[in-house]
């Protein structure tokens, strides 16, 4: 039973560090030694994408979450499109799918309107591309110098498909990892625009909704698709140390087949950073049963969002709980969960 | 990706991998300078690669690492003050101070950024006119040339509001200081191909004749890692000693002179702490007197900063070779990336990190 008078559990940060939002170990110890415990149940306590409720028989996803990108309008996007993609994605990586989103607003006073109408159209756009209507919403202002321009907060619900049995447990020695494209690139775009760091690229986000192509994959994969994530922030590496821990195996990685573009390399060779850490928009990691691979990435790579699918690696066995890669030049090497922001390095 | 796919592929490492095999007759033990080659060298699993009669011993050339805990102290101190913009490259931010780091610092309240180089800190200087802006200048030979650029640049502007906490090290001062150490085991060094760069490798002679030993200048890159090794097993093997250089697309004997001339005209050499190691007589550039009003230490009331280190991390040993991480009672333990002891434990190029990052799977 917890109560006030319980200790804080993460008593050696006495004030949230910007690493406990960076998707990372401490975002994970953030989430399970203070949220979890507190708000225990069992739909939480799955930690999926998003809470899965029966309701008369019938399985029901719902998912949240907020958006803070800056700059708020990015090649490839904006923060209107994204925080569609966003939860309408987390509802499909739970095999749902999306009924209805809500959309909540902080405003900081003193933000252009044109701006928000800019938003609001493109948020329009993104949520009838998917066929979802936003059907509640909520408006908050903030006094001007309280709030960084705009955020946007959107909820989903979605029904989950009678096939889809998703969940990171399910993730068996044998399987094989797919993913539905080059990866890193949303980070990529973002970083090329923030102040202090332009680079001249034509890099876009790669912010795409990944309903249809989840629906499609379900219908030929149905039960023995065992794990669907999409590597947002934390990057396809934490995602994968994410499932490799719940479902107690190994996952092993080769390098040469992870796809990265040639810009987003430069990149990251540049900056220090590595790209399996760099979040993605657009991108679903697919853990499939070794019998159907080909054939769903078959179906992935004849979707728009998943021409250049590959499968990066397989479930295996030994070191359970850890992510491992075979690198380029025929080494081994751990591929361990972040630990905060990737920061560039000096020289 | 041009330039970098050619060094990295697999048949061209494995058949320097072979050649080292037939070259090697006994054991050695080499040193990599430069944090960025230990990382590659585990990132890549190359040491595993290796016979197992080589050992690769993980030089000092951390520039995070090797930053005395004083100097963190004291940035923190000039970030803390409500009038300062604090930059800092980002690598070290999350370098454990006596009680703090920077990034901690920033979350409660300090007003600290990330900047990609001097210059975007001194355009902040002009963007502020009435705030203080304050670079941490760290790093080796590599990073010198343009932060001498941003403090002359910063008199041609004529800014009064920038100045630099100076921390710069030399890497010939600590390759000499672990050479005369009574406890040294290294046999050869692959030297730093960017510091090199810069500084050329002239300086390097004298090192390699006093203690007859074999000196490769080497790039980064798993093949150029490979190819360093192989030079430098083979100059041991044959008994000869001297400069040799692998990085031969960038590095020449004179370096970049330009470089050279502007950092000689900003900085001196002066004694420097290094952290884990100890005070190393001329190992160090501070600020030429006739630059001293962009010098933060003066700027600034810094008295009664006082330090203390963590009894337990072995930092020293790990930076001067004489021990690896795992053999630290602390790794992985008390000491991990969220809760570091010490720098090498943080920064991307501290060996440390390198272990706990990519080490082996079990």
């Known amino acids: 039973m917890i109560d006030l008078q319980c200790p804080i559990p993460i008593s050696d940060y006495p004030v949230v560090t910007l690493a406990h939002g960076g998707g990372g170990r401490l975002s994970q110890m953030l989430i399970e030694r203070m949220f979890v415990p507190t708000f225990s149940n069992t739909a939480l306590e799955a930690l999926h994408d998003g809470a899965i409720l029966e309701l008369n028989g019938t399985r029901l996803a719902f998912s949240t979450d907020s958006f803070t990108v800056s700059p708020l309008f990015f090649p490839g996007g904006d923060i209107g499109s994204l925080a569609v993609h966003g939860t309408v994605n987390d509802l499909a990586m739970c095999g749902a799918r999306p009924l209805a989103l809500s959309a909540g607003f902080i405003l900081e006073e003193g933000f252009p309107m044109e701006d928000l109408w800019r938003i609001l159209l493109s948020m329009q756009r993104a949520a009838a591309e998917v066929g979802v209507p936003v059907v509640t919403g909520d408006t908050k202002v903030v006094e001007r110098g309280k709030g960084d321009g705009l955020f946007i907060n959107t909820t989903g619900l979605g029904i989950v498909l009678p096939s889809a049995h998703i969940a990171p447990q399910r993730a068996a020695p044998g399987d094989v990892v797919l993913i539905n494209g080059p990866i890193a690139e949303h980070g990529i775009a973002i970083m090329s625009q923030r102040e202090g760091l332009a680079f001249e690229t034509d890099l876009v986000s790669d912010s795409a909704p990944l309903v249809d192509l989840v629906m499609r994959l379900l219908e030929v994969g149905g039960e023995h698709v065992h794990v669907l994530r999409d590597p947002t922030r934390g990057g396809v590496a934490s995602a994968l140390n994410e499932i490799a821990a719940k479902a107690r195996v190994g996952i092993r990685l080769d390098e040469e087949r992870i796809p990265v573009a040639d810009a987003v390399r430069g990149a990251c060779e540049i900056l220090g950073l590595d790209p399996l850490y760099v979040a993605n928009e657009g991108k679903c990691i697919v853990i499939v049963a070794p019998e159907v691979a080909d054939r769903v990435l078959e179906i992935i790579r004849a979707h728009p969002q998943g021409g250049q699918a590959t499968l990066i690696g397989e479930v295996v066995q030994e070191h359970p709980g850890k992510v491992f890669m075979r690198s380029r030049i025929g080494g081994l090497r751990v591929v361990d969960m972040l630990s905060g922001e990737q920061l560039p390095r000096i020289c | ?269 002066c004694d420097r702490q290094w952290r884990g190691i100890g005070l190393i007589p001329a190992s160090g550039y501070c600020l030429r007197s006739s630059w001293a009003e962009f010098d933060a230490e003066r700027r600034f009331d810094l008295s009664g900063v006082s330090t203390q280190e963590s009894s337990i991390c072995i930092a020293g040993q790990i930076l001067q070779g004489l021990k690896k991480p795992p053999q630290c009672p602390a790794f992985g333990i008390q000491c991990t990336p969220e809760h570091p002891l010490g720098a090498p434990m943080v920064s991307s190029e501290g060996a440390c990190a390198a272990y706990y990052q990519y080490g082996q799977p079990g």
């Open chain 2, 1 to 269: 990706m041009r330039f970098v796919d050619e060094f990295r592929r697999e048949a061209d490492a494995q058949k320097l991998v072979r050649a080292i095999e037939r070259l090697v007759t006994r054991p050695w033990t080499i040193m990599e300078i430069c944090g960025g080659q230990t990382h590659n060298l585990i990132k890549f699993g190359i040491d595993r690669l290796l016979p197992p009669s080589i050992t690769l011993v993980h030089g000092p050339g951390c520039p995070v690492c090797v930053t005395p805990l004083e100097l963190i102290d004291k940035a923190i101190r000039i970030a803390q003050q409500p009038h300062v913009i604090f930059t800092s490259f980002g690598d070290m931010l999350r370098v454990p101070g006596s009680t703090s780091d920077l990034l901690s610092a920033r979350a409660q309240g300090a007003d600290v950024r990330m900047v990609y180089s001097p210059l975007d800190a001194l355009a902040l200087s002009q963007k502020y006119p009435d705030r203080e802006v304050v670079f941490f200048a760290v790093g080796f030979e590599t990073t010198a040339p343009g932060n001498a650029m941003a403090v002359w640049q910063a008199r041609q502007l004529g800014l009064r509001n920038f100045s630099i906490l100076c921390a710069h090290v030399l890497v010939p001062p600590a390759m000499q200081a672990i050479l005369a150490s009574s406890d040294n085991r290294i046999q050869a060094f692959l030297a730093a191909g960017h510091v090199c760069t810069v500084m050329g490798t002239r300086e390097y002679e004298p090192i390699a004749e006093q203690y007859r030993i074999p000196i490769v200048v080497t790039g980064f890159e798993p093949l150029d890692l490979l190819q360093g090794l192989y030079i430098a097993l083979r100059a041991l093997e044959e008994g000869r000693w001297g400069v040799e250089i692998q990085y031969t697309r960038s590095v020449t004997r004179d370096g970049n002179v330009a470089a050279q001339q502007l950092m000689h005209q900003v900085f001196e050499m």
